[in-house]
């Protein structure tokens, strides 16, 4: 089951990711909200299975924006899912945040943004979606 974990009427984006992420994908609905941008920002609880209808729902609710955020490779985790889960939804679009390539150790905030699945990474990809509308 789905949690919401943050909304408003007024969400452009809905965000997912669940763990670290999740804490990251708070921040920054924090971090925009002070910008008079909301987003939503959902906690998938499993992928298998998935809950499409909830996230589909929530991604209509939110101009048909997803943004997915994990602290992993892309292939099999939650962007996966959720992208496949919407594949037949022409109206939903889809940006997939994950580790793109080996990685490496240090410490974790660092990573998190050489990675791409920072707060800021995800301010930026809620950026991008909203601007290309």
Do not use: W
């Amino acid at each position: 089951m789905v949690h919401v974990v943050r909304s408003s009427p007024s969400d452009s984006v809905t965000i997912i990711g669940s763990c670290v992420t999740l804490v990251e994908a708070l921040k920054a609905a924090d971090d925009l909200a002070a910008q008079d941008i909301n987003v939503r920002v959902i906690d998938p609880f499993t992928i298998k299975p998935l809950d499409v209808e909830t996230i589909l729902q929530n991604a209509r609710d939110t101009n048909g924006l997803v943004i997915t955020v994990e602290d992993h490779y892309p292939e099999g985790g939650i962007g996966e899912a959720v992208a496949a889960g919407l594949s037949e939804y022409p109206d939903i679009r889809i940006k997939r945040l994950a580790v793109r390539e080996v990685p490496r150790s240090g410490k974790p905030a660092e990573l998190m943004d050489k990675y791409g699945i920072s707060a800021s990474s995800i301010k930026k990809a809620v950026s991008q979606m909203v601007s290309l509308g």
